[in-house]
T-cell receptor, first 112, second 113 residues
Framework: KAGVTQTPRYLIKTRGQQVTLSCSPI?????VSWYQQTPGQGLQFLFE???????NKGNFPGRFSGRQFSNSRSEMNVSTLELGDSALYLC???????????FGSGTRLTVV | GQQVMQIPQYQHVQEGEDFTTYCNSS?????IQWYKQRPGGHPVFLIQ?????EVKKQKRLTFQFGEAKKNSSLHITATQTTDVGTYFC?????????????FGKGTLLTVNP
């Protein structure tokens, strides 16, 4: 069974640009969550989607957005990038009856 | 708020020594999950505890949930170099429109061979 796949693995962007990250959950998992990990703030929740609906959103500015497609794949977008957006962005999926999350390898975003 | 506090932040041990990390909350937890993240890796789910006083074991790892459901611990017996990584506790908020994990800051374990 394939795990959670995130692309790309690494990204370097310039301040002011926008970026789109992709996540393919485990087959059959309908819940997809996104987290930002930084050395200073740790792991912080961005948003969670289930069946194409955003069920919850973390305390991040509106520059951070996401969506989920009918096949459960999810994307997150960050517009007008700032230096502080440099982080590891992790996607996690969960299936019915299983309360632990399976994380992808993450996308390492560097904003210069 | 709904934060979970984790201590210690760092722990360095000699191989073969025991290790414990603690997770505390000011409010009652409905559940607690534990994850391990190897250096350069991603969090990997270890276990979920939901019952007051619950104790679960996975080989050399022992997980406990406090009687008041406000604290939890992870104990590793006779550490090995493969145990190196950051151990996170996390509470799962679920139900209604609230589905998210709130993570502690983690405990970084290093093991001297």
């Amino acid at each position: 069974k394939a795990g959670v796949t995130q692309t790309p693995r690494y990204l370097i962007k310039t301040r002011g640009q926008q970026v789109t990250l992709s996540c393919s959950p485990i087959s059959g998992h309908r819940s997809v969550s996104w987290y930002q990990q930084t050395p200073g703030q740790g792991l912080q929740f961005l948003f969670e989607y289930f069946s194409e609906t955003q069920r919850n959103k973390g305390n991040f500015p509106g520059r951070f957005s996401g969506r989920q497609f009918s096949n459960s794949r999810s994307e997150m977008n960050v517009s007008t990038l700032e230096l502080g957006d440099s982080a590891l962005y992790l996607c996690a999926s969960s299936g019915q009856g299983f309360y632990g999350y399976t994380f992808g390898s993450g996308t390492r975003l560097t904003v210069v | 708020g709904q934060q979970v506090m984790q201590i210690p932040q760092y722990q360095h041990v000699q191989e073969g020594e025991d290790f414990t990390t603690y997770c505390n909350s000011s409010t009652t937890l409905s559940n607690i999950q534990w994850y391990k993240q190897r250096p350069g890796g991603h969090p990997v789910f270890l276990i979920q505890l939901v019952k007051s006083g619950e104790v679960k074991k996975q080989k050399r790892l022992t997980f406990q949930f406090g009687e008041a459901k406000k604290n939890s611990s992870l104990h590793i017996t006779a550490t090995q170099t493969t145990d190196v990584g950051t151990y996170f506790c996390a509470r799962l908020n679920s139900g209604g429109s609230n589905y998210k994990l709130t993570f502690g800051k983690g405990t970084l374990l290093t093991v001297n061979p």
